[in-house]
């Protein structure tokens, strides 16, 4: 049984978004510092969802792990749980999406089971992107306020920009919340062909034939 394109196209989209929402958040550069004195004090400072990391001018950089999750601040804490829940999400919907597939034998017997199947999982990569997008929106605003309300000198050494990372789990987001409804999308003429099963189609062909005795 072949798939169709659209639904193909969903499923790569959602692997792509999957593979980037791990990327992203196995990524240090969430929130980044530069502090710039002279040439001869240059620092960059990164701020991951799981260490830290120190660039100095000979562009040596040292990483350190959070030793404790209750020294951390909130939104490092809250969009570590988020993302993670959203893979976990992107897994089963993996599972569940390759299942529902037209061109993998799994429930193939049982059409109507298999396309609700495909759209089960899309709703999990629905629920995925959705969750990453709203943490990692969350995530970027706090770093905005925190920046706009530091306008003092002593303060300003402190203030973060938000890290190639914010825009590696826009993307996986959004790859995921696109092709999770791809998936959940059901063309009209693929499930009219997708209902006519084998049976249907002879007793079709039978009371065609008894028609014409």
Known sequence: MSSSPVQLFGYALALIGAVGSVFATTMVEWKRHSYTENTMTSKETYLGLWASCNVDVTRNTM?????????????????RVVMIISILLSGFGLLVATLGLKCTHCLEPDVKTKSRVA????????MAGILAISVTSWFANTIVQSFEFSES???????????????????AAFCSLVGGCLLSFRLPGICLEDSVSPTNLQMKTGISHTNYV
Not at 63 to 79: D, G, H, M, Q, V
């Open 153 to 171: 000198r002593i303060t300003s050494y402190n203030r973060f920009e938000f890290g190639n990372a914010v825009v590696v789990s826009w993307g």
């Open 119 to 126: 759209v089960s999982g899309g709703i999990l990569f629905i």
């Open 63 to 79: 990483c350190e792990n959070y030793k404790s999750i209750f020294r951390l601040p909130a939104e490092i804490l809250t969009t």
